[in-house]
């Protein structure tokens, strides 16, 4: 479904991205670990057409991605930013709308209803400022944002960031769900032991390129990944 080769990108001067290939099939949860700057965010941002890469390719669905974000969206791929990103000063209805832009009208409500069922929690605070959640509750807005615009794949990035270990379960049960609803999931974390424990496939990034790939469950029970990503 996403087929990343051989990608190269940076920021002026500082290689970010380096000989970057990685693949996720339809209804995987594929994760990608690293350590800070390692390129996690890089990668997604490539895919999500906000950077453009020096060189390689990207694929989804056998295209090439298009060259604009607003595009990316349309061909059915959504990124949820590190750090949320929610409206602080919009109403969680309205960020739920801001998401589902693409869509229109009936189908537009019928979302909003469909993500009230699967969030609760967004539904009792839809009249309430995106700023004034707490961090759980805006994590979950921002994937239901992403949600509404009816994603074929969601970009993860750090879901887990600062949120208590209880919050942190129910972010990785959504996940879950949101995979068992036929959507790709690609997943970037610092939080090795929660995205190895949930995914497919995994890869490891270090200093801007893949070291090690294997099955969640292969690199678990990895002795270097123990060490260095898992508190040996
Ligand atoms: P983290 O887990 O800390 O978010 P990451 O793995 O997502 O890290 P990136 O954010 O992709 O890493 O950063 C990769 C490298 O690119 C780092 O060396 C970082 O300093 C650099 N970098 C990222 N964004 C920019 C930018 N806008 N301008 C210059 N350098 C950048």
Do not use: W
């Amino acid at each position: 479904m996403l087929k990343v080769k051989n990608l190269s990108a940076g920021y002026g001067h500082i290689e970010a991205l380096i000989d970057v290939s990685i693949e996720a099939e339809k209804g995987q949860i594929v994760s990608i670990i690293g350590s800070n700057g390692a390129g996690k965010t890089t990668l997604l941002r490539c895919i999500s057409s906000m950077l453009k890469p020096s060189s390689g390719s990207i694929e989804f669905l056998s295209e090439p991605i298009p060259g604009k974000p607003h595009k990316v969206v349309e061909k059915g791929i959504v990124h949820v930013p590190e750090g949320r990103r929610t409206f602080s000063g919009l109403t969680v209805r309205d960020n739920l709308l801001v998401g589902g832009y693409i869509h229109k009208g009936k189908q537009l409500e019928e979302d909003l209803e469909k993500n009230y069922k699967l969030f609760p929690i967004l539904e009792e605070r839809k009249n309430q400022y995106a700023g004034t959640l707490s961090g759980g509750e805006q994590q979950m807005l921002a994937i239901a944002r992403g949600l509404m615009s009816r994603p074929k794949m969601m970009l993860l990035d750090e879901p887990s960031l600062g949120l208590a270990p209880m919050i942190v379960n129910q972010v990785y049960d959504l996940i879950l769900k949101i995979r068992d609803s036929g959507i790709t999931v690609l997943l970037v974390e610092q939080n090795a032991r929660k995205a190895l424990g949930i995914c497919d496939k995994a890869y490891v990034l270090e200093n801007g390129r893949i070291s090690l790939s294997g099955t969640g469950c292969d690199l678990l029970n990895s002795e270097d990944i123990k060490k260095a990503y898992l508190g040996g």
